[in-house]
């Protein structure tokens, strides 16, 4: 079966303006989660969805935002982009909220200028 | 707050093992992971182990958990060119279950 789709792969965008990224977790998952790698911080969680409900965020500012649809498929906006939102953001999908596995995507790779 | 941390880079020759730290701060933390990320790819479940535990094996890998020092290892036998990578600890706490904190990952060269 498919795995986890994010889309775009690479993304270039401007200082200011803003961006939505998209995730497609496996058939049959509920639960999205979101993490952005950096060089500096690492790996650092965002936020995490699960029929459609948030239900759990990482300290990020509200420029972050994420929701996810009936069909799991989730996407997260970050608004007024700065130069140190350039990272690598993964999604991760498992089949219910208390799973021990999730299965990452490929990323997407944002790059602000 | 959680806080995972790991050595950040290992080299060893293609045959010997490799053993990879990771220790942490949360008592509450429930499972412990290890990832493995290849470049330019996402994160690759290798195993995890459930706080209760202390140790798992699956064919190559060995994970050793000392709760108590809070401290997690994996051991990679036979270690191969291919699995030069990135692997990150991590483990999920009382933030909940699909919260998952990372290490900073530990970068494994393997020489051949």
């Known amino acids: 079966k498919a795995g986890v789709t994010q889309t775009p792969r690479y993304l270039i965008k401007t200082r200011g303006q803003q961006v939505t990224l998209s995730c497609s977790p496996i058939?049959?998952?509920?639960?999205v989660s979101w993490y952005q790698q950096t060089p500096g911080q690492g790996l650092q969680f965002l936020f995490e969805?699960?029929?459609?409900?948030?239900?759990n965020k990482g300290n990020f500012p509200g420029r972050f935002s994420g929701r996810q649809f009936s069909n799991s498929r989730s996407e997260m906006n970050v608004s007024t982009l700065e130069l140190g939102d350039s990272a690598l953001y993964l999604c991760?999908?498992?089949?219910?909220?208390?799973?021990?596995?999730?299965?990452f995507g490929q990323g997407t790779r944002l790059t602000v200028v | 707050g959680e806080d995972v941390e790991q050595s950040l880079f290992l080299s060893v020759r293609e045959g010997d093992s490799s053993v990879i730290n990771c220790t942490y701060t949360?008592?509450?933390?429930?499972?412990l992971y290890w990832y493995k990320q290849e470049p330019g790819a996402g994160l690759q479940l290798l195993t995890y182990?459930?706080?209760?535990?202390d140790m798992k094996q699956d064919q190559r890998l060995t994970v050793l958990l000392n709760k108590k020092d809070k401290h997690l290892s994996l051991r990679i036998a036979d270690t191969q060119t291919g699995d030069s990578a990135i692997y990150f600890c991590?483990?999920?706490?009382?933030?909940?279950?699909?919260?998952?904190?990372f290490g900073t990952g530990t970068k494994l060269q393997v020489i051949p």
């Open positions: 991760a999908s498992s089949l219910v909220l208390e799973n021990t596995e999730a299965f």
């Open positions: 058939s049959g998952h509920r639960s």
């Open positions: 969805y699960f029929s459609e409900t948030q239900r």
């Open positions: 949360d008592s509450s933390s429930t499972y």
């Open positions: 182990i459930f706080s209760n535990m």
């Open positions: 991590a483990e999920t706490g009382s933030g909940g279950y699909q919260k998952v904190t």
